[in-house]
């Protein structure tokens, strides 16, 4: 079995770093929740070493511990933001939000079959139950959660919209972690097209919150 748990704490501190200076480039919001959408980290991110870069030598898998991070971190980063867009389904009261939820949903599914293949293929354990949410930039804490699902309408539009937002600039940070330090070629296809697609959703989910 393939133990990356050390490369995985490596990544993550890298990860919070950018995530936090993302963040701290938002402003404004809803000033209840600005201590929730950020990442929690009780070491510097300055003493970060970078993880390591052995590419494996198991035939037909060339791929490395931070193309096993990747997965194992986007798996359950995924997972929430499918969760975050079922609510919608019911809760929203814009039909934008409700078309955006329905596609993040759509296109975050898949992704989540192919990164636990991956895994599969690669003979790594999947990532551990639940989100945890202190290991990968962006997650939604669980009292983010329980506002998120008892909100109707407006109210729900709007949280949705914030929370969404930073979870997308979490899953940026470590796709363009994973471009940067991967090896294997479709982890590193995926990272981009994660990247670009949640960026363009970014700027409609802003556009969003100048109206709601």
Partial sequence: ?????????????????GA??????????????????GMASSAPAATASAPSATTSTR??????????TFAQMMIPHHEQ???????????????????????????????????????????????EGGHGGHAMPGM???EDMVKLQAAKGAEFDRMFSKLMIAHHKGAIVMAKTEQEQGSNPEAKELAKA???????????????????
């Fill in 20 to 37: 936090l200076t993302l963040l701290t480039a938002c402003g404004g919001g809803d000033d209840s929740m600005a201590g929730d959408t």
């Fill in 140 to 142: 939604m804490t669980e």
């Fill in 194 to 212: 994660i990247e670009t697609a949640q960026q363009a959703e970014i700027t409609q989910m802003q556009k969003l919150l100048d109206r709601l």
């Fill in 81 to 127: 933001a499918v969760e975050m867009a079922k609510l919608a389904e019911t809760q929203a009261a814009d039909s934008e939000v409700k078309k955006l939820a329905a596609k993040i949903k759509a296109a975050q599914d898949p992704e989540i079959a192919t990164m636990t293949g991956w895994l599969s293929a690669w003979k790594v354990s999947p990532p």
């Fill in 1 to 17: 079995m393939f133990t990356n748990r050390s490369a995985i704490h490596r990544l993550a501190l890298i990860a919070t770093a």
């Fill in 59 to 68: 035939p037909g898998a060339s791929f490395n511990d931070v193309d096993v």
